[in-house]
C-alpha cells in the first residue's frame, strides 16, 4: 500500500489530460479526489516489475486508462504521463524518462 499526502503532475502528464474527453476527464477527477481523501493508492495501483520505480494505475473505463507514477520523496505522488492499454508499453518507457529527467533536476 502506498501512502501520500499530495500529488506533483509532470508537463507531459497535463498534456496528456489535454488529449481525454471530458466525460474521462470527470471519471479521473472523482478517482483522484477519493484517493487524496484515502491518502492510499486503489488495489489497482502497482509498481511495475523491471520498470526503474515506476508504478501504474489502472482505470476499467475508455480504452483501459493507465495513469504512470512514482513516489517523489516521503509525502508526493509524481503524476508521471498516462495512457490506453493499446500504448502500454511506449508509455512506460516515456514514464520512465520522464521519472529519470526530472529525479535529474532536482539533484
Excluded: H
Excluded at 479526489?33 to 509498481?47: H, I, S
Excluded at 498516462?82 to 516515456?94: M, S, V, Y
Amino acid at each position: 500500500m502506498i501512502e501520500f499526502k499530495r500529488f506533483k503532475r509532470t508537463d507531459e502528464f497535463d498534456a496528456w489530460l489535454l488529449t481525454l474527453d471530458k466525460s474521462v476527464k470527470q471519471a479521473l477527477s472523482v478517482a483522484f479526489r477519493k484517493y487524496k481523501m484515502d491518502g492510499v493508492l486503489p488495489n489497482t495501483a502497482g509498481m511495475l516489475t523491471g520498470c526503474d520505480g515506476v508504478g501504474e494505475m489502472r482505470f476499467k473505463f475508455g480504452a483501459g486508462y493507465r495513469i504512470y507514477f512514482c513516489r517523489y520523496g516521503d509525502v508526493v505522488l509524481l503524476l508521471l504521463t498516462g495512457g490506453g492499454k493499446g500504448t502500454q508499453t511506449d508509455d512506460i518507457k516515456t514514464a520512465q524518462a520522464i521519472k529519470n529527467r526530472v529525479l535529474r533536476e532536482e539533484k
